[in-house]
């Protein structure tokens, strides 16, 4: 129920702390750098790093199976929508195709598709449990380490149980074919038993980690000690500064 690919490359054998700070500090250069050809830059640098690390092919699948309608509804939104009085560059009946709602839409559409995909990178080459322990080597409190891995974790989970509980009612005699309305009149068969699931596995997930001592004040004993180096340390170093800069240069307008 995760996203993770398993591999053997250099990104997956980097320590799971580098990732995350890596992906964290792509987003803020894409937010706090204006220029549209920032935030694409950065993108071909996240599609490097899936190609490096062996798993462009489902990269590519997930996105354009999850965003690229997204993508196109924002620029529907914003083309035909956007307020303002700029250059008119095409006329549908009363509505306008303005220059300036579709530069505005390709912005924000490369902002989020940088944000969504730095994500999907650390998901895609980094196991949540093994993240989790990185965290909590590095001095993270267990429960903000759960929080982040479980976060990270819940549209993979989802995906994963309403396909199980479609199966089941399809087994069950339901059927889910058909045009918009009859799909819209099976949702609640399916939407039910998704959210009720959800509530009892977040209750079997507590009465476990209270069985195994989660929330105890001692320090705990590593099963598995996550590998790091000095040049990874230093390289982490060096995306904060760059995070910094960006956010920095955002603050003086130097790309406005």
């Known amino acids: 129920m995760t996203f993770y690919q398993f591999g053997e490359s250099r990104v997956h054998r980097l320590n799971p702390i580098t990732k ?9 250069a894409a937010f706090a750098i204006n220029p549209i050809w920032f935030s694409a830059l950065l993108w071909v640098v ?18 354009l199976k999850f965003f690229v309608p997204f993508l196109l509804l924002i620029f529907l939104a914003q083309g035909l929508f956007y307020p303002g009085e700029g250059p008119v560059i095409a006329h549908l009946g009363p509505l306008e195709v303005q220059q300036d709602g579709l530069l505005f839409a390709t912005q924000t559409g490369l902002r989020l598709l940088v944000l969504v995909d730095a994500f999907l990178f650390l998901l895609l080459t980094t196991h949540p449990g093994t ?15 759960y929080v982040v891995s479980a976060t990270l974790q819940i549209i993979p989970t989802f995906r994963a149980r309403a396909q199980l509980i479609r199966q089941a009612q399809q087994a069950r005699g339901l059927a889910l074919d058909g045009g918009p309305l009859r799909r819209a009149r099976t949702l609640l068969p399916l939407v039910g ?8 596995d977040v209750e079997e997930r507590a ?4 069985a ?10 590593n099963f598995e000690v996550i590998a790091d180096t000095n040049g990874q340390r230093v390289g982490r170093w060096a995306l904060w500064i760059c ?3 960006a956010l920095a240069a955002n603050a003086l307008g130097v790309f406005s």
Do not use: D, K
């Open 207 to 210: 009465i476990a980690m209270e």
């Open 131 to 145: 993240l989790m322990t990185a965290l909590v080597q590095r001095g993270l409190p267990p429960n903000i380490s």
């Open 193 to 200: 038993p998704l959210v009720l699931g959800a509530f009892t």
């Open 20 to 28: 995350l700070v890596f992906a964290i500090v792509v987003i803020i």
């Open 243 to 245: 995070a910094v800069a």
């Open 212 to 221: 195994r001592a989660f929330g105890a004040p001692t320090r705990r004993t």
């Open 46 to 63: 996240l599609v490097a790093a899936v190609a490096v690390a062996g798993v462009l092919g489902r990269f590519c699948s997930v996105t």
